[in-house]
């Protein structure tokens, strides 16, 4: 077993797992910076997983399908802004909403457009690509690590970096934590902490659509019924394991890969399945313990002086 | 103060009617004969005595995940990890009834009792998580249902399975499942329990001691705290009993007419369930029966659609997800409540001029 593991496919497997998870932790934390749990991330990337496979067999182009998805999940966070923003609504509440239409939508959707209620097998979408860096896929070692993962792992770690310097380096990031800091104080220096939160949601939005469409598109190569599985809650964890900041998710969001690859290849051994199938949620169960136990200490300790 | 009470009613149904109309809109667009299904949706439960029986039954297992979450929801713990202690309390009762020689009245009972005790094992992780490491009770509350399905798959598949099915355990015995109230039906003797524990629930929540610091915790942490109330203990017994009901329902429903196996290789979203019902009980453990049977007869209706027409079962989550939407948006109507309340003070001040 532990030859698998020490091998470029594991590596590459770890970044399959991780890149929804990922996706999704950004758009967790974006929406928290701002003030907002965005619990609706699960129900967001299950519509998002079919969008994928719907728009992009329409538009026989997976950057197609991907850019309608992205507008698509922007418009369910517009949604969710709405009702939380405008109508009063609980947070937690309307997202359990939206998981919950979700959950039911998606199925009557992939019915009306596939006529099938298990899975999308019948409608022909059109996967993200595998991609080859030229040059670096002839280097030894390096070149098999690096090359040939999907365009949508590249561009979630390029999210990582992106995010990071919106929330830290531009004004706009600045205005969103400060909304989530303390919304009256926002508010007091002119800061529209509405408008702000709307925009917070709507990229959340379009982050955790990018995942949904890896999941369809990417992972797997067509939508199954509830395949979201919770990564939308994992998310949350380990958003909130990682500060709410890109670099930490980033951080938890690879721990939980690196758990989902070694149970995906633990599956050879004689350990029961389901046993295996635990493994991500105890990690993720584990480490958000663990983090907050440190961060109650440390608050203790910074009270006490 | 009554005329914010009429104005929750209008709003919850305002709520319903709303999300009606978005499900006959949605109706319209998948089926080929929308007046047929939407007929069979709001009187299929209505048209034979089985019918309306399978809303019953149904209604049981909503009563209790909905009365549990409604005690821990009115403490402000939004602990959701009633879905996965109803699915414990369903293993534990089949582990009691295949595994344990005990006489025939007596087996269920151990059995419910076990079930109710492993779901307030189970809900109390994230509260003693909480409580210990400050770690949220929503996260982790969320992570460990997903442990509780595949642990009982777990347990299923190695310990009870039958290999002639290969996906469900042995069936449970004639000794400890529960027998049905009404013939030809298989309305079971949970629902008088699903009752009492809807009344005993308000009784504790509203006419307690312990269920007002629960409450009081939930309308207002610090203050309850500056009053002298344990916080620690109102996390602790709030999500105890919430589980423990929430289990129990899990061990009754296994036990009932209505499974002959533990064939749970998925969640039945009984936890998701409840949060609708304690939202449209207003946290009151005494509405839920109501919140209960208005969702059972919308499912039962659904399924029955389902089977009579082309509009498949799913539309049921639409309406529901609409309907928690509505209900919880504080706004909604907010202007029509603001009506309401100048008028009766403009009336109570008439009164008043007049005397």
Redesign the interface.
Known sequence: MLSTIFTADFFAAILRATTPILFATLAAAIAAKSGIINMALEGMMLFAALFGVIFSSLTQSWAGGLLITMALGGLLGLILAFFVLNLKTDEILAAIAINLVATGGTVLLMLAFSGDRGTSISIQSVPAPKLDIPFLQDVPVLGSLLCGHNVMTYLALIAVVVVHIFLYKTPLGLKIRAVGENKNAAESVGISSRRIQYIALILSGILVAMGGFFMSGGYMSMFTKDMAAGRGYIALAASSMGANTPIGGFLVAVLFGIAQAFANVMQLSTIPYELIQMVPYLTTLIGLGIYSYSRMKKRQKAGGK | MNSMRKFEVLRTVMAILIALLISFV?IF??SEDPFNAIKWLLTGPLTSKRNFFNVVEAMIPLIFTGTGVCIMFAANQ?NLASEGAFHLGGLVAAVVALKMTLPAGVSPVVGIFLAACAGALFTAIPAI?KI?????E???S???N??AL??S??IM??FLMDPAIGSASYPIPEASTLPTLISRTRVHPGIIVALAVAVLGYVFLYKTRIGYQLRLTGENQKFAEYSGISIVSVILISQLLGGFIAGMGGGIELLSPIYDRFSWTSLLGYG?DA??IC?LAKKNPLYTPLSAFFLAYLRTGASIMARYSDV?L?????I???I??FI?????LSRYKHKMIAQEAKSALKDEEVA
């Open positions: 949605v667009f998948v939004i998580m210990k490491t400050s770690a949220d929503l996260v982790s969320l992570m460990i997903y442990l595949y642990f798959t777990f598949k190695y998701w949060i609708i939202t498949s799913e539309i049921v989550q639409i529901q997800g609409v928690i939407l919880v948006a504080q706004q909604f």
